[in-house]
């Protein structure tokens, strides 16, 4: 596999990180460090995996110990997931974790009064 190659693998999965997932930043590894939770940990160290292939091919002696099918099975693994995130899903997902939030914490805060409520004889 050749340098250009890599490179190449390597900047279609930075695009599909900051396309799918809204993350920006100079190099792959900066979005994957930025992205932190939002890829799973197998995607995060195939992403990882793929950032060390491409500075490996920087070096033409170490470009010839780069594993062609591990890049390859890292490269599939990346895109595979990124193609299937659903933003709409997604952000669907985060309003209703706030809103459940916000739920929660009011339900204390009542529990809350109507203990103090009933300590203080009220109720």
């Not at 596999?1 to 809204?22: C, K, N, Y």
């Not at 992403?47 to 062609?68: F, G, H, N, Y």
């Amino acid at each position: 596999m050749s340098r250009t190659t890599i490179q190449q693998m390597a900047d279609r999965v930075s695009a599909l990180i900051e396309q799918r997932l809204r993350v920006s930043a100079p190099t792959l590894e900066a979005q994957v460090r930025k992205a932190g939770n939002r890829l799973p940990q197998k995607v995060r160290n195939a992403a990882e995996a793929l950032v060390e292939a491409t500075v490996m091919a920087q070096s033409p002696k170490l470009l010839v110990r780069i594993d062609d099918e591990a890049v390859a099975t890292a490269y599939d693994i990346c895109v595979k997931h990124l193609n299937s995130v659903n933003q709409s899903a997604r952000r669907t997902g985060l309003v209703l974790d706030a809103g459940a939030r916000v739920a929660f914490a009011l339900l204390v805060v009542c529990v809350l009064l109507v203990v103090v409520l009933h300590w203080r004889g009220y109720v």
